[in-house]
């Protein structure tokens, strides 16, 4: 019960993402506990992401990024018929099946809409579920 109404709490503070980066590895270095770890760190990945992380990698990615949250499936039509071209998907559900969230850029010009998956985990073996989401 006290795990549930703890994670009813996080998945709700999950939809601010706000990023400090100290405070978050702070809290990472001192969790005992490997659950409370692994969603410390996918928050933590989640909020780079979302403030620009991956833009020195990929130059076509903004460098703020609006985020969309979902329970089943992401309303990418949305993004289709806005302004945008770009947006973070984040599931709601705590330890949503196969994925931690997912980046859809569209190329207007090109009529082309790609996809980059992401999955957090810290564990030192796991499974390539991410090929279940596509």
């Known amino acids: 019960m006290a795990f549930e109404t703890l994670f009813a709490l996080y998945r709700q503070a999950k939809r601010n993402l706000s990023y400090n980066e100290h405070d978050w590895l702070t809290a990472i270095s001192l969790s005992p506990n490997s659950t409370v770890l692994g969603s410390l760190v996918e928050h933590l990945c989640l909020s780079s992401i979302a403030h620009g992380a991956l833009n020195d990698i990929d ?66 073996t796991t499974k390539t579920r991410w090929k279940a989401f596509t």
Do not use: H, W
């Not at 018929?81 to 980046?103: H, K, M, R, V, W």
């Open 59 to 124: 130059k076509s990615l903004p460098n703020r990024l609006e985020k969309d949250f979902f329970d089943g499936v992401p309303a990418v039509e949305v993004l289709i018929s806005s302004e945008n071209s770009c947006q973070l998907y984040i599931p709601t559900a705590f330890n949503f099946p196969d994925i931690d969230g997912a980046i859809v850029r569209l190329d207007q010009q090109e009529r082309m809409a790609y996809v980059y998956p992401i999955q957090v985990t810290v564990e030192k």
